[in-house]
């Protein structure tokens, strides 16, 4: 695991203003949003405004991904057709039930890379319903490019049939399989938002507790919560032992020519070593 976790910030796509201000952003993975915070009407207009914004992919300071509709929606395909070009680093794929719904992407995914001449597309898929908690495991496991997964606490509840709270009661059991799973698939897990932007010590408590359940990080609405995050949730000392023998064994390969090579059978290149080394330096 190379790739920082701590913070998913969702932008939404469909306005330039905040499209424009999350060139300034400094949480791990900057989301374009195509999904719940877009309306129908204006999905085309997201669509355009995101493509715009990838061609500036330079003026970003974070991992680029943007988050599909669901697969139930019949979007995804017009989405991947448009988003999926030079600069974007991955894909966020909300409400995601199954493994067939994930091969479904994968082959349309696939394609678009293939013709685009594309390196691999990291997926996050979002576990968000009932059978999505019970298919974590296989979802997290689908296969390599799929990087981490992220726990979706609203609508689950709503699958459930239970109302939120704050201390969403109803969602203890998911939110505490989803990192178990996560980590024997080997991918890293983010934890849900936290939709109450006064309640600062409500927002602190919460991230401690997803960090004691296993989770590398958290989705997050807002800027300000950024700083928190990344405070509390700090590379713990298996990431930071992964990112050392990262760095050890791609600067050997590259000393013999050889550039990209393998640890435990994951593939790593150039773009990981930068990965692993700016999480060093993050740590020093």
Not at 48 to 63: E, F, H, P, Q
Not at 168 to 174: C, E, F, I, K
Not at 198 to 205: I, L
Request: contains cysteine; proline residues 4%; glycine residues 6%.
């Amino acid at each position: 695991m190379t790739q920082l976790f701590r913070s998913l910030i969702f932008v939404p796509g469909n306005n330039p203003r905040f499209l424009e201000k999350a060139k300034g952003l400094q949480a791990d993975i900057v989301c374009f949003d195509l999904e719940d915070s877009v309306p129908d009407n204006e999905k085309t207009n997201a669509r355009n405004l995101i493509k715009s914004a990838l061609k500036s992919r330079k003026s970003y300071k974070s991992s680029i991904f943007v988050r599909t509709n669901s697969p139930t929606s019949g979007k995804i395909p017009s989405d991947l057709k448009e988003v999926v070009q030079k600069g974007i680093d991955g894909i966020v794929i909300p409400k995601v039930n199954n493994v067939k719904e994930m091969q479904k992407i994968e082959t349309v995914l696939s394609k678009l890379e293939k013709s685009r001449k594309l390196k691999p597309i990291q997926l996050i898929p979002s576990i968000e319903s009932a059978e999505g908690v019970v298919n974590t495991y296989n979802i997290a496991s689908f296969g390599k490019r799929v990087s981490a997964v992220v726990f979706g606490v609203f609508d689950l509840l709503n699958d459930l049939g239970v109302e939120y709270t704050k201390e969403a009661n109803g969602a203890t059991y998911s939110r505490t399989k989803i990192p178990v799973d996560a980590h024997a698939a080997g991918v890293a897990v983010i934890d849900a938002i936290w939709q109450d932007l006064k309640d600062s010590q409500g927002f602190e408590k919460d991230c401690k507790l997803g960090k004691s359940l296993g989770y590398s990080g958290k989705s997050i609405i807002h800027p300000d919560q950024i700083s928190v995050v990344h405070k509390l949730f700090h590379p713990n000392k298996s990431e930071i032992l992964w990112a050392e023998i990262v760095c050890k064994v791609y600067l050997e390969s590259t000393k013999k020519g050889k550039g990209a090579t393998t640890v435990d059978g994951k593939m790593i290149d150039e773009v990981h070593f930068k990965q692993a080394k700016s999480l060093l330096e993050l740590v020093k």
